[in-house]
């Protein structure tokens, strides 16, 4: 069973399957798939959250959306609070049998393809940009913040939903009175922080050398920046300077408006960090994502700016990403003892409740 913390993270998604008042259903009982959220957010949100309710009521009240009384409910929730769904998948949704658990997969799968297709429309909308790596670059980010707010709107959906069961843990940990001894033991600091942080600057420099002995110079320029924990600590001013230094002798071209925003940093970090710290980072990651768009769109061979080569965009970076992290990233050591007993305590409470 999955610990605490994915459960509340999925507890969005098991409303969706319960009833009226009720605990969830039991797993084997086929109800409105949680998936239906994505969907219901993504057609009505617009006329606000209370519409969003009203589309995820409906499919709620459907019960089994694949018995003989359930499908035709569905098949009507959808026609009514999913037109785009509606007319994007009529051949799966026409091929429907009660019973059928293969057809439901696949209308399903329509389902979740409609909201990604939506949101890469909106994200190419009103495109001015002549250059095509800049306006799919736009829409990958595009894509990546409305994905967030996607999850906004599911947690401030459930947002009660999500509260009492953190309330019920802390009543059930208070009543457990978990000793010091069961206790799992937590590192004083992440041991993956000082790597992510490498791991960071390792991206900027690959992007920005032609060479490996500029790729390890410029590595080696951002590693001796980083402070040392068991050493003298430089002032904020001094490590802002430090990077960009290393920015401005070993990303360029590539990075120099990031470099430049880096420099005016440096002149008053103290005061200026507030305000120009996220959009420091944000520059630095749009020329990591635009690199990636190049790749894939050269790849794939894309030619124009579409939501359906957007969407492709997307799919080859997250690959190309994942690739990369396996290949650079070394797991620290876990205590799997320690683990286990986090995990026992929270199923612990899940068979409880």
């Known amino acids: 069973m999955a610990g605490f913390t994915i459960k509340v993270l999925m507890l969005a998604s098991a409303v969706v399957a319960m009833p009226q008042g009720g605990r969830e259903e039991p797993l084997g009982e086929r109800r409105a798939h949680p998936s239906l959220i994505n969907n219901c957010i993504a057609e009505n949100s617009k006329e606000g959250l209370d519409k969003v309710r009203d589309c995820l009521k409906c499919f709620e009240e459907t019960g089994d959306p694949l018995s003989e009384e359930g499908l035709p409910k569905a098949k009507a929730c959808t026609e009514e609070f999913l037109p785009r769904v509606n007319t994007d998948c009529a051949v799966p949704l026409e091929a429907m049998e009660p019973d059928n658990e293969e057809l439901g997969a696949e209308a399903l799968q329509c389902f979740a393809a409609v909201t990604q297709?939506?949101?890469?429309?909106?994200?190419?909308?009103?495109?001015?940009?002549?250059?095509?790596?800049?306006?799919?670059?736009?829409?990958?980010?595009?894509?990546k913040e409305?994905?967030?707010?996607?999850?906004?709107?599911?947690?401030?959906?459930?947002?009660?939903?999500?509260?009492?069961?953190?309330?019920?843990?802390?009543?059930?940990?208070?009543?457990?009175?978990?000793?010091?001894?069961?206790?799992?033991?937590?590192?004083?600091?992440?041991?993956?922080?000082?790597?992510?942080?490498?791991?960071?600057s390792k991206r900027h420099c690959e992007?920005?050398?032609?060479?490996?002995?500029?790729?390890?110079?410029?590595?080696?320029?951002?590693?001796?920046?980083?402070?040392?924990?068991?050493?003298?600590?430089?002032?904020?001013?001094?490590?802002?300077?430090?990077?960009?230094?290393?920015?401005?002798?070993?990303?360029?071209?590539?990075?120099?408006?990031?470099?430049?925003?880096?420099?005016?940093?440096?002149?008053?970090?103290?005061?200026?960090?507030?305000?120009?710290?996220?959009?420091?980072?944000?520059?630095?990651?749009?020329?990591?994502?635009?690199?990636?768009?190049?790749?894939?769109?050269?790849?794939?061979?894309i030619q124009e700016t579409t939501a359906e080569n957007l969407l492709g965009v997307m799919e080859c970076s997250s690959y190309r990403v994942f690739q990369w992290m396996r290949k650079n990233v070394r797991l620290p050591k876990i205590d799997y003892e320690d683990y286990e007993l986090a995990e026992a305590t929270t199923d612990d409470f899940y068979n409880e409740v």
């Open 207 to 301: 992007i920005a050398s032609g060479t490996p002995d500029e790729e390890a110079s410029c590595q080696e320029c951002f590693d001796s920046s980083r402070p040392d924990l068991s050493g003298s600590q430089p002032s904020k001013k001094e490590y802002v300077n430090s990077l960009a230094t290393c920015s401005a002798k070993h990303l360029s071209p590539q990075y120099d408006e990031c470099t430049s925003m880096m420099q005016e940093m440096a002149v008053d970090p103290e005061n200026k960090a507030k305000s120009m710290s996220k959009g420091i980072f944000f520059c630095y990651m749009r020329v990591v994502t635009k690199n990636l768009v190049e790749e894939c769109s050269n790849s794939i061979g």
């Open 117 to 143: 297709v939506m949101a890469a429309e909106e994200c190419i909308a009103d495109k001015e940009e002549a250059d095509m790596v800049e306006s799919l670059t736009d829409g990958v980010i595009c894509m």
């Open 146 to 200: 409305m994905q967030s707010k996607m999850s906004a709107k599911i947690h401030k959906l459930f947002e009660k939903e999500i509260k009492k069961e953190f309330e019920k843990f802390k009543e059930f940990m208070e009543k457990k009175k978990v000793t010091e001894k069961e206790k799992p033991i937590m590192p004083k600091e992440d041991p993956m922080r000082d790597q992510m942080m490498s791991l960071i």
